[in-house]
């Protein structure tokens, strides 16, 4: 704050001095302008009349007090005319060029300047013509004690509202450290108040307030992802443990006992099922973070559900069901990562295969371009899903089994939209017009980098 108002006020005198400064050579100037005019038309007046008619004219223009000084004298320095009594001695004086000089002396009591110009009009004759400096003199010194008045009333006018700007920044500041301090402690639903005034600050205030919402959706999120891995896992976990701790007990009853196979392809599953989750896991944090790096190529989206439609359809065909394709004739290729596209494909074809599919039942999809984006629907004549939990099946874990008794992880469909947005599309989904599940996507041509 002092350090604040220190360089206020240098700045403020600064300021002042300069316009001072300016002031004054201005002044000066327009003083100097008015005897150069007059010291000419006296030197032209004395060449085109003499000496007498310029005698004449000192004494009649030195009658006017407004008028400039004059001091006319012989080359022995004896006055002819003029309204200056003496010229001064060199000693008090200050001699500038073009024979322009400034006179100092004590006149009744105070000190008068006078700034002119000497001519020598002949061998014989010499004429000084200047102005009384008083006027300006008088005029800088009510300047510089109107200035200082000023500089007073801009400092102490200055530090008020600096007090009162600091506090009100204090206090701001305050409360959003007092909220940091709440939230260190373990309040996570502290909020920091924002203002009416929609400054800087306010706009602080809600940037902060939303990246916490922001963090505690997220932490929200790890809560629940963290207890559906728990509940997840038990269970295979739990089957894995059980048949293990039946055969450690077959063999310390029956040293002649041998695991079957049969058995460990049944362990393998179970640990295979562990995998898959945490690999789907993984794949999913990767792509909703960037961190993987999108390999773009051109992609037939026709040609490759055409391909996937011929590896599911023995799949298919032996639910009873069938699969309908309808696809443009042209080319639809977009700028993409096959490899991903392939796995978004294929998990919304074997959802629907786990789920949907049984004896007359009917897989579409249709695909088509529109302006600078393909879109694709898949749906089935399934169950579906309620539309309350359309959102929730987009979130990890997000199943409609709250037992979780049926098998699957809840992260297909969360990776497909999590593929979709990778590739900077979108993706909704709905209810078909075959009475199931319709997921429709949309992608650029021109996927992201």
């Given amino acids: 704050m002092l350090l604040y108002m220190g360089f206020f006020s240098l700045s403020v005198l600064v300021v002042i001095s300069a316009i001072y400064v300016q002031t004054s050579n201005v002044m000066r100037q327009e003083l100097d302008m008015r005897v150069a005019v ?89 004429l000084f013509v200047g102005r009384d400096l008083a006027a300006r003199d008088r005029l800088a010194s009510s300047f510089i004690q109107s200035s200082f008045i000023a500089l007073l009333l801009i400092v102490f006018l200055g530090c008020i509202g600096g007090i009162v700007v600091a506090r009100n920044m204090q206090s701001r500041i305050g409360r959003i450290n007092d909220a940091a301090r709440g939230i260190m402690v373990g309040d996570f639903d502290q909020r920091i108040k924002v203002g009416t005034s929609d400054d800087e600050f306010d706009a602080l205030a809600r940037n902060l307030n939303s990246m916490l919402d922001r963090i505690s959706e997220l932490m929200s999120a790890m809560r629940d992802v963290s207890e559906n891995i728990a509940h997840d896992l038990r269970t295979p976990l739990n089957r894995l443990g059980g048949r293990l701790d039946v055969i450690n007990a077959q063999l310390t009853n029956n040293p002649s006992y041998r695991v079957t196979a049969e058995t460990v392809d049944e362990l393998r599953r179970e640990v295979d099922n562990v995998l898959l989750t945490f690999s789907a896991l993984l794949s999913l944090a990767r792509i909703e973070s960037g961190a993987a790096p999108l390999i773009s190529e051109e992609v037939d989206i026709g040609q490759l559900i055409s391909e996937l439609s011929s590896l599911y359809e023995p799949l298919i065909e032996e639910t009873g069901a069938r699969i309908s394709l309808s696809l443009p004739t042209d080319s639809l290729i977009i700028q993409a990562s096959r490899p991903l596209l392939t796995q978004a494909f294929s998990n919304l074809i074997e959802n629907a295969c786990k789920y949907a599919l049984t004896v007359h039942g009917c897989l579409n999809i249709r695909v088509w371009r529109d302006n600078a984006h393909v879109s694709l629907i898949i749906e089935d004549n399934g169950p579906g899903i309620r539309e309350a939990d359309f959102e929730r099946v987009l979130r990890r874990f997000g199943r409609l089994d709250a037992s979780r008794a049926k098998p699957g992880n809840g992260l297909g469909l969360p990776l497909v939209y999590a593929i979709i947005l990778r590739h900077g599309g979108a993706m909704s989904l709905g209810k078909s017009k075959l009475g199931g599940l319709s997921v429709e996507m949309s992608l650029p041509v021109k996927a992201l980098a």
């Fill in 38 to 126: 007059e010291a000419e038309r006296m030197r032209s007046l004395y060449a085109a009349r003499g000496a007498d008619e310029l005698r004449d004219e000192v004494l009649r223009s030195g009658d006017d007090p407004r008028a400039s000084i004059y001091w006319l004298a012989d080359n022995a320095g004896l006055k002819i005319a003029g309204n200056l009594d003496r010229i001064p001695s060199l000693t008090s004086s200050r001699s500038f060029e073009d024979n322009w000089v400034e006179f100092y002396f004590v006149d009744v009591g105070r000190q008068e300047t006078i700034r002119g110009q000497f001519l020598d009009l002949s061998d014989d004759l010499s």
